[in-house]
């Protein structure tokens, strides 16, 4: 399973979560499978409209399952259902990828 | 003949002018007056009369076969707008983000897009009691492609001024895509501000926009006795003419805040839209 937080910065699992879903700067992917985390660009911030709807496009094509995040905005979260991405929130955005993921592997996270 | 007015910032007095200039200029010339602020018209609410037609100004949209589509995601990879998103299991389409480019259809392989319509908004066609025809579009909430029913407006007052009307244009405001299609083409620009920083700043914007589009414009400075005498420098180095001056004063909040056209009822202010109508006029 593919795992995907919206995070402000690249520095791998510590990298702290970016409190915008569509327009954040990056989005960390843990593989659960693999063990492994990546940091990829999120291309849809800079666009016009729809940055969320186009993130969620990236998180799909890079075969995301689950999204965490601290806020979701109504369109994205139309489109994650759309295209079967669940999503997980967060109570706070002041907390690195490697805080999150434990919080998710310990069941702390409520589905949105 | 098609004179647009335009305004760099909000609020500057744009539909004020062009519906006190269109009632002046009605009284001599065969007009007819385009509202193209379709996300917050409001000229209509300055020309009593009656409403003759009604619009729907329709877009395309794509729907997907999911019969024939194999998720390739090529139309969702060429929709610049989002406006096609292509999961593991379905498609989606933002009926919203679509601009009608059909370049989705075009790359599909399988042959699995068409598009079908939907109204984003209206025309409406009124003739008013000052004796002229009256457009104005409105775009529907939630919509964003105010560009479709402007350029539609568009070529309405292209077939009047054709067939030798003189077509007054209120503009949105800025230097967006609306007010963009709204100016492009026109023989002439009326460009209203302030002097006030905003004001100066903004108009700065649209004179660099009109210079692009190689369109010949003036100013009109509303709440003239306002401000700083910055907007007058700028203007007379850059040798851009000044049309007419118009002083904040109460009387005018008072007309406009009925609806009323100050021009109609105040001789001093006949005058001063008359002058204005006389200065544009030369410079044609």
């Known amino acids: 399973m593919r795992i995907a937080v919206p995070v402000r910065e690249d520095k791998g699992w510590d990298s702290l ?4 879903f569509g327009r954040g700067a990056f989005f960390a992917i843990y593989d659960t499978d693999k063990d492994s985390l990546e940091i990829i660009e999120n291309t849809a911030k800079d666009v016009a409209s729809g940055a969320g709807r186009q993130a969620v496009q990236l998180l799909s094509d890079n075969n995301v ?21 669940d999503a997980y929130k ?6 690195s990828v490697k805080e999150v993921i434990d919080l998710y592997n310990n069941n702390k996270l409520q589905k949105v | 003949m098609q004179i647009a007015i335009l305004s760099g910032k909000g609020g500057v007095g744009k539909t004020f002018v062009s519906t006190n200039l269109a009632a002046i200029i009605a009284k001599k010339e065969k007009i007819v007056f385009f509202d193209n602020d379709v996300e917050e018209p409001n000229s209509h609410l300055f020309f009593k009369g009656k409403d003759i037609k009604e619009e729907k100004v329709n877009v395309i949209y794509p729907v997907v076969d999911e019969n024939k589509c194999d998720l390739c995601g090529e139309c969702g990879k060429f929709c610049q707008f989002g406006g096609i998103l ?7 389409v933002i009926p919203q983000s679509c601009h009608g480019c059909g370049g989705c259809k075009m790359v599909c392989s399988r042959d699995a897009i ?14 008013t009691d000052l004796g002229f025809k009256f457009y104005y579009g409105i775009l529907n909430i939630g919509e964003l492609a ?15 001024s054709q067939k030798g009307y003189l077509c007054i244009i209120d503009s949105p405001p800025g230097t967006s895509c609306s007010a963009y299609n709204t100016v492009e083409g026109v023989d002439f620009a009326v460009l209203v501000s302030e002097p006030t920083p905003f004001g100066i700043s903004d108009m700065k914007l649209v004179i660099e926009m009109l210079k692009e589009l190689d369109i010949k414009f003036g100013v009109v400075i509303n709440r003239a006795n306002l401000g700083s005498r910055e907007i007058y420098d700028y203007l ?3 040798g851009i003419p000044i049309l007419g001056e118009i002083n904040f004063d109460k009387l005018i909040v008072d007309y406009y805040s009925k609806g009323e056209l100050i021009s109609t009822y ?4 006949n005058e001063i839209f008359t002058a204005i109508y006389n200065n544009i006029k030369e410079l044609l």
């Not at chain 1, 967060?90 to 907390?95: A, E, R, S």
């Not at chain 2, 292509?86 to 989606?92: E, L, M, Q, S």
């Open chain 2, 146 to 160: 105010a560009t479709d029913i402007i350029k539609d407006l568009r070529a309405i007052s292209n077939e009047y």
């Open chain 2, 114 to 127: 068409e598009y079908t319509e939907r109204d984003i908004g209206k025309i409406i066609e009124r003739d």
């Open chain 2, 86 to 92: 292509v999961g593991k299991k379905k498609v989606i």
């Open chain 1, 17 to 20: 979560i970016d409190e915008r």
């Open chain 1, 65 to 85: 399952d689950v999204v965490i995040a601290y806020e979701v905005g109504p369109k994205s979260k139309d489109t994650l259902d759309a295209l079967g991405i």
């Open chain 1, 90 to 95: 967060l109570d706070n955005f002041n907390m």
């Open chain 2, 236 to 238: 007379n180095k850059e």
């Open chain 2, 266 to 269: 105040i001789k001093s202010y």
